[in-house]
């Protein structure tokens, strides 16, 4: 109501202007598309990008500073080289693609740029994504102001100074500094033998992000503001893509850590090393088992009570009752009112495979859903149930656990 007031209140205004002015009134023309960079300037910009290429696969900070628009681009890039040795990336490379509007007055501009990167010894084939590159050109040179922002994905290491820390089997990055970094690591160090103890042919390469906020995590994978807020980690392809063979890594949202305890850090963090191990960022697995499975695994050593590890569902059962069926997407999505007591449903509906058939039952049904085999022929080959079977043996427990 406020912005209908609003706009009724400007057009009383203008009615009021018409009727007591003698001036004709003249519309004003729409604007036109907004203008490209001129060729000259495009060329440059794709040449900077070329040029900001080399400097980082010759970790050349000096050459990277000279590309820069102004001080603090310059600070920026000559971070992005000292990540790029840090994290050992290889296969770099940047392609000027598009600009996405017209220079300003000050002759600035942003574009798409195709950026490829991999970490090598962690990742086994590059990322490849469009990154949004800032521009200025000031008598005929194009110099680079910023990278990241817009409707692209920011990768972290390219949006500023990371800490890294590297062992074996883990890195971290991390933009909050060398703490933050050693907290983030010794969890990485710390789920790896909790996802091994269940999965044993995992050969652990668990690249962990942590952005300095909720914000930037958004920021980091191209989401709408507050997306991420409320979730402690993610684990997704690097560059946004659906491929199998797509780089995953997990990102942490520190400030959702922050308010963990030390049993709650290691179980989210577990969880999400759970995904990386199985492909689930681009597996087929049903939502339910393929979050059950994960909690699973993060909580099988874990000595809580069920009012602890399921006190939201507990609390959604006694007041509405066991859910009908088992949760879907869209009781899975991120924004949802009751996220938590889904993902505690989705755990006890494992937790009731587990009792029926055992651990290498769950982890071989898991196994054969991911490789695009029907959950129901599966349950019956190795739990002797239905689909049917397991919802109502799901749904007893639930009130069980509510009683």
Known sequence: ??????????????????????DPYVATAPPGPAPRPEAAGAAGAAGAVRALQE??????????????????AGSLLTAVVANAAELRVADFSLRYVDADAGPTRAGA????????????????????AEVRFGFVQDDGEVRITTIGGGAHRTPLWL?????????????????????????????????????????SRWRPALVLEVPRSAAELDRALAAEPGTYSAIAAVTTTVDGSVDDDAPVHVLANPEEFASL??????????HEVTHLATGGATSPVPLWLLEGFADHVALRDVDLPLRRTAAQVIRQVRRDGPPAALPGAAEFDVG???????????????TVLVERGG??????????????????????????????????????????VAS
């Not at 400097?55 to 050349?60: F, I, L, N, S």
């Not at 695009?372 to 069980?400: I, K, M, N, Q």
């Open 1 to 22: 109501m406020a912005g209908l007031s609003a706009f009724l209140a400007l057009l009383a205004g203008v009615v009021a202007w018409l009727v007591l002015t003698d």
């Open 55 to 72: 400097a980082v696969r010759e970790r050349d900070p000096d050459a990277a500073a000279a590309l820069a628009g102004d001080a603090d």
């Open 109 to 128: 501009w942003t574009a798409s740029v195709a950026t490829t990167w991999r970490f090598a010894g962690m990742d086994a084939t590059p990322a490849s």
């Open 159 to 199: 949006a500023g100074p990371v800490a890294v820390r590297r062992t074996p089997q883990t890195l971290v990055l991390a933009a909050g500094g060398a703490p933050v970094a050693r907290r983030f690591e010794r969890l990485a160090l710390e789920a790896v033998p909790v996802v091994s103890a269940v999965l």
């Open 261 to 270: 305890g030390a049993v709650g850090a290691r179980v989210v963090m577990s």
């Open 336 to 350: 949802g009112p009751h996220l938590g007591a889904v993902y505690e449903s989705a755990w006890l509906a494992c």
């Open 359 to 400: 651990e290498d039952a769950l982890v071989e049904l898991y196994e054969r859903a991911d490789r695009g085999e029907p959950v129901g022929e599966a349950l019956t080959d190795l739990f002797g149930w239905s689909e049917a079977d397991l919802v109502a043996a799901w749904r007893d427990r639930l009130r069980e």
